[in-house]
Nanobody, 113 residues
Framework: QVQLVESGGGLVQPGGSLRLSCVVS????????MAWYRQAPGKQRDLVAL???????NYADSVKGRFTISRDNRKNTVYLQMNNLKPEDTAVYYC???????WGQGTQVTVSS
């Protein structure tokens, strides 16, 4: 059974940084695409960033140049480094194992002064 556990969310001031982590168990992690999504109150869940098994990345236009997705296959972990955070980045952030369509429980990110 595949499980995803996110961590690293919290409250941060505008311009600040956070790093989210997602640990994956029960899957051959290194070969699979992984992604981060986010969902703000009253809005749909949107793709933020994706990384392939060999490290290719894609980003939503709204986060390009500020967010970086990466992975450590030895630790079965995918990361989302978020810099220069803005109030509009406030959302619940979810990790997704793309091929199997598995999701984590989500971690809240709040950007506010």
């Amino acid at each position: 059974q595949v499980q995803l556990v996110e961590s690293g969310g919290g409250l941060v001031q505008p311009g600040g940084s956070l790093r989210l982590s997602c640990v994956v168990s029960g899957s051959i992690f290194s070969i699979h695409r992984m992604a981060w999504y986010r969902q703000a109150p009253g809005k749909q869940r949107d793709l933020v960033a994706l990384i392939t098994g060999d490290g290719k990345t894609n980003y939503a236009d709204s986060v390009k140049g500020r967010f970086t997705i990466s992975r450590d296959n030895r630790k079965n972990t995918v990361y989302l480094q978020m810099n220069n955070l803005k109030p509009e980045d406030t959302a619940v952030y979810y990790c997704r194992h793309v091929q199997g369509d598995y999701w984590g429980q989500g971690t809240q990110v709040t950007v506010s002064s």
